[in-house]
């Protein structure tokens, strides 16, 4: 692609209409995104380069024409992109399902009491009560979400923080330094170490430049800059420094190809932007139930306002009952149920190091079946450790621990005292001061990740470094560089008496190997001939493919007479031998697994969860890593190893026999989608090497498009994308970027991937807690609406009244549904697979039939047995409630005679009907309290599962009972809420039920746990 088209890939035709217009032109740009930077800028001459620019690699740009760049391509920096308002975001809290639907009830609520009102009917504020309470209720669980949201930060303003506040640039001649944002694409720009790069650019000179890559491309190893192309792919090439990474050490002159929204992270802050926001399955879940319980309550609403019109009552009466049906039929307590579950796990999680930001992702990882993991600092622990030593041809394992017990070699052999001293001596890394009583391993250091390594193995093994080297005087250094492949110094001996010099080297092992004429063997010089050059090639080759970051490490004793005492070295001239060397040994490095992931990443193989790695690094150390973690299990083949096995070309392999797959970023770039599915669908096993950030995000949408429910582990910017596109995004708290923390739903604060596991295991808890205080929720569900139905088709006098069924769902019911969710789990969860969203539901077929017309249906003849007791009792027995209701409400009617002749006033009825709510209100109390024991489990016994080990839901319990008599009995609650006093037996009159929804529910869970796939486990296992 051409600058040019660059600039204008995402045009589209003016002729389509606006709206699909926008929609498409959003596609498109997001396409485009995903699409690899196509520039040749790396590749073409520095001539061209200016001609391409119109400016001087050596003067830079004239300040007019730059000015003329800045109007015509905008500041260098990153556009935010347009976000909602906040009042939009707010009404959107308020209009879901469920709150739509209790916004009707609270407008018919003022519209019924405003009626009565204009009758001059002043004694009856049950309508406006229940309309408040109804408003009160949606608007602070409105608050509440909107909080929730309002908490996320904005992804670009993060990636606003890596960007450099000012720059030195060169224009018409002269080195200024101006502010970042007015840097333009041609413009002549300066970096040294500590700086961070103010723009994608070109280097054109450079010395000793290295520059961190990491949040970028997952490359744990500094990577060096210089002017020549390397790779043809701008991504690896290393004449291309980054937009925001940092310059370690050393310094570049590079002219500036890209700014603002068009470098690297440009492109990554609006993949970010404009990808996720989907639903999360919890959310999905909890939709799908409130659409249930919606359509449900207008249809019966609706019903039974046209039973009511038939039967004869007036039109305010039977929209009252419509909405009387509507309220008893809608828990509006879910919502504050639900979330106060997601908040509790989400601080047990807290506990363990998961914070979670996006309370519906507590569930989401309990649902996950796919973890996309990146590598360094989350499966690995992000510090380069010496691995491996190669001497006297022997392979070492080396150990880093304080003690040095399990260290594998001699270490008073002269051969590693030699490799040793080379590998103290020739190492600029130095400890950070003021560290003494921190552990070695611990320790603070300036200095590169593989001069770290090398640091704190010599100090845990020779001893204290600072002193040794004080022994060998440096007298000169030339540093590492790119043509040389090496790093050498040259010291004096700490023998006074020997006045030679000695030159310790080391670097890319092939290049060490070349300049030396010897080995050293059992502390013996013997001649480098081709048998141990072949010793040499094994060794290498086997650290190698163990995916370690191998160094070769040699010495030379200067001739005396040659390079006398106060000789002067030059470093740049090099007037001293770099040839005849002896070699003293290899030894390889590796960023090691974290302790626990090997562990952790098995239980997510047996909860049936597959582990992806995929990560900016080199394929064998990406291959190496994942054989050493367990994501490629021990005996699985790639296709590779089965071609070598078999000695046969890679392309008569079927790809399907190969349980393990790594594919490298150049391969998936050629890849089409269908291949992508492919490659997943047919592999359990699979590793993604060298990907771009880009190609995290296609990886994470192949996952998802084959139905998994995808989480993502990331640390670094290039991350950000595929955090936020994923069902759920964890970053990392240590080594983590604020980019990739603001597009996380979830944070580990101890960078640990076995923390995640522990996520998993919440998450399912939670799932499966949810379901016990939704079926616990949805059961008086039953006996809150047969109340209103029986009222109209029957005409008794109203047993239960709205405001006593807000208490029943606002007050006393909602501490026994959350307590639920301290509930142990009834199984090992983890041996299960991973739920189906389009099976597994939530709320399904069998747990709505249980708890409605079995569970429910007991229950309602339990608070029409109070009821009628409790009516007989006072004088009015079933037989004459039935059709009595017109008088019963009659305000005129102030002798109406019961059973026994008595007369009643119209105010000693309205006492009596209250305490019937009273009644029916403590019934359902009742057969609650067994109704939240039977919901500890769903397959196993209450008494396997323990009466009291919840002790949160005793306490529930205990509160629920102390409420209702609180009441009923406290003074002032019938001219306030309705309730009255009522007669001690009327408790026990439902007790008998509460026994048998308990005894049934047992007989249930015997015949599931009993046949197992039958009938009875199909239709009554919820």
Known sequence: MSKKEDYNMFEMDGEMDKKKKKKMKKKEKLE?????????????????????????????????????????????ELKPPKGTPEYVKFARQLAGGLQCLMWVAAVICFIAF??????????????????????????????FGYYQEFKSTNIIASFKNLVPQQAMVIRDGQKNQINANQLVVGDLVEIKGGDRVPADIRIITAQSCKVDNSSLTGESEPQTRSPECTHESPLETRNIAFFSTTCLEGVATGMIINTGDRTIIGRIASLASGVGNEKTPIAIEIEHFVDIIAGLAIFFGFTFFVVAMFIGYAFLEAMIFFMAIVVAYVPEGLLATVTVCLSLTAKRLARKNCVVKNLEAVETLGSTSVICSDKTGTLTQNRMTVAHLWFDNHIHAADTTEDQSGQSFDQSSETWRSLGRVASLCNRAVF??????????????????????????????????VDYRN??????EVPFNSTNKFQLSIHELEDPLDLRYLLVMKGAPERILERCSTILIKGQELPLDEQWREAFQTAYMDLGGLGERVLGFCHLYLNEKE?????????????????GLCFAGLISM??????????????????????????????????????????????????????????IPVEQVNKRDARACVINGGQLKDMSSEELDEALRNHPEMVFARTSPQQKLIIVESCQRLGSIVAVTGDGVNDSPALKKADIGIAMGIAGSDAAKNAADMILLDDNFASIVTGVEQGRLIFDNLKKSIAYTLTKNIPELTPYLIYITVSVPLPLGCITILFIELATDIFPSVSLAYEKAESDIMHLKPRNPRRDRLVNEALAVYSYFQIGAIQSFAGFTDYFTAMAQEGWFPLLCVGLRSQWESQHLQDLQDSYGQEWTYSQRLYQEYTCYTVFFVSIEICQ??????????????????????????????????????????????????????????????LPYGILIFVYDEIRKLGVRRHPGSWWDQELYY
């Open 563 to 579: 390079f006398p005492r106060g000789f002067r070295f030059d470093a740049d001239e090099m007037n001293f031998t770099t040839s």
């Open 432 to 465: 950070r001061p003021d560290q003494e009583g921190v552990p070695i391993p611990k320790r603070l250091v300036v200095g590169d990740a593989s001069e770290t390594a090398l640091l704190k193995f010599t100090e845990l093994t020779i001893g204290n470094i």
């Open 471 to 476: 022994r060998f005087k440096k007298v000169v």
């Open 32 to 76: 485009g995104m995903k699409r690899e930077m196509d520039i040749d800028d790396h590749e073409i001459t520095l001539e061209e380069l200016e001609m391409r620019y119109n400016t001087s690699i050596t003067k830079g740009l004239t300040t007019t024409f730059a000015q003329q760049i800045l109007e015509r391509d905008g500041p260098n």
């Open 929 to 990: 309290i067994a109704d939240v024991l039977i919901r500890k489990t769903r397959r196993l016994s209450v008494f396997q599962q323990g009466f009291f080990r919840n002790r949160v839901l005793v306490s529930a319990i205990v509160f629920q009972l102390c409420l209702g008599n609180l009441l009923c009995y406290c003074p002032g609650m019938p001219n306030i809420f309705n309730f009255m006093p009522i007669r001690v037996q009327w408790w026990f009159v439902p």
């Open 114 to 143: 405003g009626i009565e009102l204009g009758r001059g009917n002043l004694g009856s504020f049950d309508n406006l009560y229940l309309a408040i309470t109804l408003i009160a209720v949606v608007v602070v669980t409105g608050c």
């Open 590 to 647: 590796i960023d090691p697994p974290r302790a626990t992931v090997p562990d952790a990443v098995m239980k997510c193989r047996t909860a049936g969860i597959r582990v992806v790695m995929v990560t900016g690094d080199h394929p064998i150390t990406a291959r190496a890593i994942a054989g050493n973690v367990g994501i490629i299990s021990e005996g699985s083949e790639t296709v590779e190893d089965i071609a070598q096995r078999k000695r």
